[in-house]
């Protein structure tokens, strides 16, 4: 199994300003995602960070946005910029049990919980 | 058409009950079919993978269909503790990435 911390857990933000979510795992993994998941609804990828190659980013969400970096195989940072209130969700991060093949269980740190005001 | 559906629910039940959930996916060239559990306000945990065979572990049974692409999950002798949102998660490639996508979840009330 994996143990994965998230740093913060939650926190109130004001418009326009940026908040930078952390994600460490107890063990080396090449490969970490991050998802977002709006109240009420379920989870939406926001793109899959591998270290030494830039993140791959799904449709809909954008570098800009959502820049992501991905020092070494126990960490990754999500920034979400130039907040707006329609990013108010929780942040999760996740790495699969095994790199790449099927039958891999995914691990969540415990989440970020964003309210933008 | 969204890649995997669920009825969001809820499903309200008496302890004791047997429930059912169906889940469909679009894309045929799928790999892998997961059922997760999430609480609320916490993480979604992995429930138990689904083998083509089919799976059981415990009260709980999972099926794939491959041909009709579809998922289920029946909970047998439903407890208080099994109230949660059951997530469908399905893993497979699209445009040559390969990746989980999760369906809406179905929320599941098991009533005293």
């Known amino acids: 199994s994996a143990v994965i911390s998230q740093k913060p857990s939650r926190d109130i933000c004001q418009r326009g300003t940026s908040l930078t979510i952390q994600c460490q795992v107890d063990?080396?993994?090449?490969?970490m995602f991050w998802y977002r998941q709006q109240p009420g609804q379920s989870l939406t990828l926001i793109a899959t960070a591998n270290q030494g190659s830039e993140a791959t980013y799904e449709s809909g969400f954008v570098i800009d946005k959502f820049p992501i970096s991905r020092p070494n195989l126990t960490f990754s940072t999500l920034t979400v910029s130039n907040m707006s209130p329609e990013d108010s969700s929780i942040y999760l991060c996740?790495?699969?049990?095994?790199?790449?093949?099927?039958?891999?269980?995914?691990?969540f740190g415990p989440g970020t919980r964003l309210t933008v005001l | 058409r969204k890649e995997v559906e669920q009825d969001p629910g809820p499903f309200n039940v008496p302890e004791g009950a047997t429930v059912a959930f169906n889940c469909t996916y679009s894309n045929s060239a799928s790999q892998s079919f997961f059922w997760y559990r999430q609480d609320c306000r916490k993480e979604p945990k992995l429930l138990m993978s689904v083998y083509s065979s089919g799976n059981e572990d415990g009260r709980f049974t999972a099926q794939l269909n491959r041909a009709s692409q579809y998922i289920s999950l029946l909970i047998r002798d439903s407890k208080l503790s099994d109230s949660a949102t059951y997530l469908c998660v399905v893993y497979g490639t699209t445009s040559g990435t390969y990746k989980y996508i999760f369906g809406t979840g179905t929320r599941l009330k098991v009533l005293a």
């Open positions: 063990s080396q993994v090449t490969m």
């Open positions: 996740s790495v699969p049990l095994l790199a790449g093949g099927p039958y891999n269980e995914q691990f």
